[in-house]
């Protein structure tokens, strides 16, 4: 069973660009969360997409947005980049919370390296 | 407000002897906890989880953790380490409450096993 993906692997912009990150899921997982981590900050939650929806966001401003695909595959976009901007974002998949989703454990991709210069 | 805490960003453990890596959590509810670990360059991998039942949980590569409601602990143990081990682990939460939020995440602690 192929695992999450996500691309790029690496992301180079500039300051004032935008950023788009893609992520695919494993197949028959319908919820997509996207986490930052940046250097000293630990993991933090950004997006929660199911079903095509926004279930909910982390304390993140609106220039971090992002939608998920019919297909399910998620994009998370970046807008006005800034130097903090840096940091590695993983992509992790889960079945939909549903009566027993809040027990599944999510499973991560690789992650998109962003280097904001 | 729910949040995890692990409250060393290091441990040093030599081959062969147990290891502890420590996690203490907050929540309103009844928690489901996770600990996950992440290789260099690589993402997250899935150790284990506690949703009810049983307060020693086993899970992947020899990793077990005890949840101890009074504490509000819920420690990864493994009795033997291992140089491959060496890698950094995150401790997660999740409010049985707040079925609209995300996994709450440690800061992380560096295992490093030395042979």
């Known amino acids: 069973e192929a695992g999450v993906t996500q691309s790029p692997t690496h992301l180079i912009k500039t300051r004032g660009q935008q950023a788009t990150l893609r992520c695919s899921p494993i197949s028959g997982h319908t919820s997509v969360y996207w986490y930052q981590q940046a250097l000293g900050l630990g993991l933090q939650f950004l997006l929660w997409y199911d079903e095509g929806e926004e279930r909910n966001r982390g304390n993140f401003p609106p220039r971090f947005s992002g939608r998920q695909f019919p297909n399910y595959s998620s994009e998370l976009n970046v807008n006005a980049l800034e130097l903090e901007d840096s940091a590695l974002y993983l992509c992790?998949?889960?079945?939909?919370?549903?009566?027993?989703?809040?027990?599944?454990?999510?499973?991560f991709g690789p992650g998109t390296r962003l280097t904001v210069l | 407000a729910q949040s995890v805490a692990q409250p060393e960003d290091q441990v040093n453990v030599a081959e062969g002897n147990p290891l502890t890596v420590k996690c203490t959590y907050s929540?309103?509810?009844?928690?489901?906890l996770f600990w996950y670990v992440q290789y260099p360059n690589r993402g997250l991998q899935f150790l284990l989880k506690y949703i009810t039942g049983d307060n020693l949980v086993k899970g992947s590569y020899g990793f077990e953790a005890e949840f101890n409601k009074s504490q509000t602990s819920f420690h990864l143990k493994k009795p033997s380490a291992l140089v491959s081990d060496s890698a950094l682990y995150f401790c997660?939460?999740?409010?049985?409450?707040?079925?609209?939020?995300?996994?709450?995440f440690g800061k992380g602690t560096t295992l490093s096993v030395s042979s």
């Open positions: 992790a998949s889960s079945h939909g919370p549903g009566t027993s989703g809040i027990y599944n454990e999510q499973f």
């Open positions: 997660a939460v999740r409010d049985m409450y707040q079925a609209g939020t995300a996994l709450i």
């Open positions: 929540v309103s509810g009844n928690p489901y």
